[in-house]
């Protein structure tokens, strides 16, 4: 009963890991177009989630609607999601400077930390300013390029994905030609 849960995972694990290899070839070879696909499906979700929000406050008994926040927030993520999807595109190019913003002000707050454990012996408060700095820099960098910016980011993202789908797919493999021999 364990095997045959175990070889049901690992196959699931390893129809996974096809798909996963698929999308991160798509991030490495098309990155434009994966984050526009990935902006228009996280709008539709929203649009879903908007629609159920509706169907939800519509469907409970009037005094439970007292109680609700479904039809607000319903209306809300609909507006939302519809205005993702129509302007995707200035999204996509200004997402990039919003991400360097927040890294740069998170990273100021660390070199804040790093100067603070200075004073204390042991702290490695230098590798914290350093990593800090290179942060900053390339927050910086999100600012300046977010185009090419964006493009490297999601490559290199498609590039770690490949890798670890590879390892779980080899690693799926090797549990089932393992739980073969116990058969």
């Not at 849960?5 to 698929?22: A, D, H, N, P």
Request: aromatic share 10%; with cysteine; hydrophobic share 55%.
């Amino acid at each position: 009963m364990l095997k045959n849960y175990i070889k049901k995972c690992e196959k699931y694990s390893i129809l996974i890991s096809i798909l996963m290899i698929t999308l991160s070839i798509f991030l490495i070879v098309n990155p434009l177009k994966s984050i526009e696909t990935f902006v228009i499906c996280f709008s539709i979700i929203l649009l879903i989630n908007g629609v159920g929000n509706l169907i939800s406050y519509f469907s409970i008994d009037s005094t439970e609607r007292l109680y609700s926040f479904d039809l607000i927030m319903g209306l809300m993520t609909i507006i939302s999601g519809t205005l993702i999807l129509i302007y995707r595109t200035a999204l996509i190019e200004f997402f990039p400077i919003v991400l360097g913003i927040w890294i740069i002000a998170n990273n100021l707050f660390k070199i804040q930390i790093a100067i603070n454990l200075s004073s204390i012996k042991g702290s490695n408060w230098l590798w914290l300013l350093l990593m800090s700095i290179i942060m900053i820099g390339l927050g910086i960098l999100l600012i300046v390029k977010p185009f090419s910016s964006t493009i490297a980011i999601t490559s290199v993202a498609g590039i770690f994905l490949l890798i670890t789908e590879i390892i779980n797919l080899i690693d799926s493999i090797i549990v089932l030609t393992k739980m073969k021999k116990f058969d």
